[in-house]
């Protein structure tokens, strides 16, 4: 006997592993397969998913239980929620005003129930379909909410209306108590499909993409390289339409082999050749989303308003440069990722191009097929405002001589104080872009701050099978009076390593002290050089040593480019004559 157990969020489906490892020996006929998937990500996986292999149950929760009810015949058991989860997350929220539930009525109805026998004050919003959820959402955004409370399909959705959320999470004895029920409905179920289940198994063992249609071409059967890599799907079925047997596929050239068994069609794809990508050097890296944008996203969203993403947007579909500017650890990288997506050129993976080596950078301006003679691409730049003024100067002219800006998308990334002023050299920069000023995380109000740790802690509670319910009011106000000199960055990290360490349900000041101290220790760390095995010898590379003579030229022509070719500015700057200066170009000429 079969079970799917789909979990829309990470914890759960940790959780779920580790309590179906605990008891599998006492259900020895029952076979459990773990996915982790939500409504949001479309009809079309979730029925690739149900359609792998014959179930006897699924077992999930919230809005993709109901939405596999609707599309599948399968018996469905919702996890839920307990009395003690409703209750874990309405204390977690409670610093947070004008807050909603949303979901589906799987989630809802508990809540209401326990909400109201509990005399707490939480409006409550029940859906049906994706179609009610979006317009719930409005409706609520429109009404003065800035939080919801719902699984993950309310979460993805209310991104969308600038909402925050918080996760609502059933906990490891909810959890439980579905799973070892489900289990005493299956052991009444007699039948079973021993033999297919053999066969699938064997044939994702030996082969990674194989699919078996019927004689009527619907799919029967598709193996699990195939499920978790849908494009490569989409291509395979092109090909074969097609009635082609090769592809080239992400660098790949793959082959198909066709094979016939009974009335079934079965199609064997193997990968023949791998070529080497190079479009990602050390020049131009891909910025690709991460575990953590979502996060950051968040972030950005409780501390700026509508207003700013507004701009953001309407910054991002023009064709003039943008530039963000602001203080270390303000996840600048994470800001161009969203810029992208509301650009133009969404459809394609921003690139970040490394202007640090001059040496990278002519060879780049040098090579016709490089990334700077391509077009449709959000190129990001960091810490520009920090390059020496020479690779600045020569960027930016081959920009204006090329018309680079207007096939692509530039963002600049200036990490500065607003203290400190713009270099004069970059005030054209600054005067025909997009100015983004970010203010840094000890500029944040109190209120924004109890938001932000919430959203750090629902996003720990989703990803780690471990329940801490808040912060004491002592530890926060021990981070309200901190500097946070890498601001984003180090305050997230602090956070994460306190909910690692605490050992209650809520995070305490010492755990929080404790984290703080070890993040200073880990950046004392990594800024300063490993001494204890340095050898002059074993650290000299030719290739990269300078002689006076190159060291006192390349300065000169620095300073020399600085000043637009000023040769008494020049000189005067150097604190050199101007017969000096001249024997030293007349040296290099």
């Not at 021993?194 to 994702?204: E, M, P, R």
């Not at 950078?361 to 391509?374: R, T």
Request: glycine content about 4%; aromatic content about 10%; overall charge negative.
């Amino acid at each position: 006997m079969n079970v799917l157990c789909i979990s829309p969020y990470q914890s759960m489906h940790i959780s779920v592993q580790q309590i179906y490892n605990t008891y599998a020996e006492q259900y020895p006929n029952i076979h459990v397969y773990f996915e982790k998937l939500d409504r949001h990500e479309g009809i079309t996986a979730l029925t690739d998913m149900l359609n792998e292999r014959h179930y006897d149950m699924v077992i999930s929760r919230g809005g993709t239980s109901a939405l596999i009810r609707q599309i599948s015949k399968i018996r469905v058991v919702d996890i839920g929620i307990s009395q003690y989860d409703i209750l874990s997350i309405i204390q977690a929220s409670s610093r947070i005003d004008k807050i909603a539930l949303v979901g589906f009525p799987e989630i809802t109805v508990p809540f209401q129930k326990i909400a109201d026998r509990f005399q707490k004050s939480v409006p409550v919003y029940s859906v049906q379909n994706d179609t009610d959820l979006n317009g719930t959402l409005k409706a609520i955004k429109d009404s003065g909410f800035n939080t919801v409370i719902g699984d993950t399909s309310v979460e993805n959705m209310a991104e969308q209306f600038n909402l925050n959320t918080i996760f609502i999470t059933s906990g490891e004895e909810t959890i439980k108590t579905a799973l070892l029920n489900s289990f005493s409905i299956l052991e009444e179920i007699s039948a079973s499909n021993d033999q297919k289940q053999i066969f699938i198994h064997l044939l994702n063992e030996f082969n990674q993409f194989f699919a078996v249609f019927n004689p009527d071409n619907s799919l029967y059967l598709k193996s699990d390289g195939f499920i978790t890599d849908n494009d490569l799907w989409e291509r395979f079925q092109s090909t074969i339409n097609k009635g082609m047997t090769n592809f080239n596929y992400n660098n790949s050239y793959f082959k198909i082999d066709t094979k016939k068994y009974n009335d079934k069609t079965i199609y064997d794809l193997r990968r023949e050749k791998i070529w080497n990508d190079t479009k990602s050097n050390d020049f131009a890296q891909l910025l690709m989303d991460d575990d953590k944008s979502t996060q950051i996203s968040n972030l950005y969203h409780t501390i700026y308003d509508d207003g700013f993403f507004n701009k953001l947007e309407a910054y991002a579909q023009d064709e003039t440069n943008v530039v963000i500017l602001g203080e270390k650890g303000m996840s600048k990288k994470y800001l161009s990722n969203m810029i992208s997506k509301y650009s133009n050129y969404k459809n394609n993976v921003p690139v970040l191009l490394n202007l640090s080596s001059e040496k990278s950078f002519n060879s780049a301006m040098n090579d016709d097929k490089s990334i700077l003679y391509e077009s449709g691409k959000v190129c990001v730049l960091d810490k520009f405002n920090n390059l020496p003024y020479k690779i600045q100067r020569n960027f930016l002219n081959f920009i204006d001589e090329t018309g680079f800006t207007s096939r692509n998308k530039i963002i600049f990334i200036f990490e500065q104080k607003l203290s400190d002023g713009i270099d004069k050299n970059l005030e054209g920069l600054i005067a025909n872009s997009h100015l983004i000023t970010l203010k840094p995380l000890r500029d944040v109000i109190g209120n924004s701050i109890s938001k932000l740790i919430t959203i750090i802690i629902n996003d720990y509670a989703k990803h780690n099978a471990k329940m801490v319910t808040g912060i004491s009011d002592l530890a926060l106000d021990f981070l309200l009076n901190q500097s946070w000199d890498n601001n984003l960055v180090e305050f997230i990290k602090v956070i994460n390593s306190s909910l690692a360490s605490t050992e209650s349900a809520q995070v305490g000041v010492k755990d929080i002290q404790s984290a703080e101290k070890e993040y200073k220790e880990l950046k004392y760390l990594y800024s300063h050089d490993h001494k204890a095995s340095y050898s002059p010898i074993n650290n000299y590379d030719s290739t990269e040593s300078k002689t006076l003579h190159e060291i006192t030229r390349e300065a000169v022509t620095n300073v020399l480019f600085k000043n637009s070719g000023n040769k008494t500015k020049t000189a005067k700057e150097l604190e050199i004559s101007r017969a000096t200066l001249w024997r030293y170009l007349k040296e290099d000429n």
